[in-house]
């Protein structure tokens, strides 16, 4: 074993289907961010949803954890061209949180702990597409990776997932959000390369 | 809360293609507290999508550089004046 060229393992990185265009194979995880890292406890952490109707839903974390938790297994594409393959997280699918709200809009605006926004269409959150994270690797996910929950949507750029989620908007119209305001993409497919507008 | 910041001189870098003084020198009016001082004492943080300028006193974000393929986004959103010295 372990004798077995490189070459005979067929691709290379630049070949690998998994990998959107312009992307390259991170090994790490870059943690970068626009602002200081909040520091929520799950006691006081609160997850809330605002309809058209002036309506508002609310889950404690306890709550939230009792809707159920996921195991996530999936590829994740920052705009800045690192793609990590294989990922696993556990967390919430969206599509439980939605299954009480009534709403005609189209689109949802994200809230983070911190003030950051991100706009995502609502059919992009269902179907299995889209999860309240809460772990990565097994472990409660960390501060640094927006712990203690994150939004992920893996099939578009990992901007969309925002860190330290604390709430969704509904919009009748797709409004930019934080980034998507300062020259990022409205969508984000990053086999599309929808990178800036 | 962690401190991930450096001082507003970082932002001489990303400025420096799109003004012709220096802007860290420049003095901007916070819209959050009122504060009128030089961009070099804001908080800077390197996003890996962009830098944002912080207030030192209140924490209000002042501007955000992102740098696309074919140019670059400045948003002065959180600074209601900009004096510069000529
Ligand atoms: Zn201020």
């Not at chain 1, 709550?63 to 793609?83: K, N, P």
């Not at chain 1, 179907?127 to 939004?151: F, N, S, V």
Request: charged residues 20%.
């Amino acid at each position: 074993m372990g004798i077995i060229s490189r070459g005979f393992s067929g691709r290379s990185r630049e070949h690998n289907p998994d990998l959107p265009p312009g992307q390259y194979l991170a090994e790490d995880f870059p943690v970068l961010s626009a602002g200081p890292t909040p520091d929520i406890d799950t006691a006081d952490w609160s997850f809330r949803v605002q309809t058209e109707s002036g309506k508002q839903y609310t889950w404690s974390w306890d709550e939230m954890q009792a809707l159920g938790l996921e195991e996530i297994h999936t590829d994740i594409h920052c705009v800045t061209r690192w793609s990590k393959l294989g990922t696993s997280w556990r967390g919430i699918s969206l599509d439980k949180i939605f299954a009480g709200i009534e709403t005609e809009n189209a689109y949802v605006m994200a809230h983070s702990y911190g003030g950051y926004t991100t706009n995502v269409p609502l059919e992009d959150l269902l179907d299995g597409k889209a999860w309240i994270a809460t772990e990565y690797d097994g472990e409660p996910l960390d501060p640094e990776h927006g712990g203690p929950a994150r939004l992920l949507v893996p099939h578009l750029y990992f901007w969309k997932s925002a860190k330290w989620v604390n709430g969704l908007r509904m919009m009748e119209t797709d409004d930019p959000g934080f980034w998507e305001q300062n020259g990022y993409h409205l969508y984000g497919d990053p086999w599309l390369e929808q990178r800036y507008w | 809360m962690m401190p991930r910041h450096v001082d507003g001189n970082a932002l001489a870098g990303p400025l420096s293609d799109l003004f012709a003084f220096d802007v860290t020198c420049a003095s901007g009016r916070c819209v959050g507290c009122g504060d009128v001082t030089v961009l070099a004492r804001a908080m800077v943080y390197e996003d890996e999508m962009g830098f944002v300028a912080r207030c030192h006193l209140c924490d209000s974000m002042l501007l955000t550089v992102v740098r696309t393929a074919d140019g670059a986004w400045l948003d002065l959103q959180g600074i209601s004046g900009l004096h510069v010295a000529l």
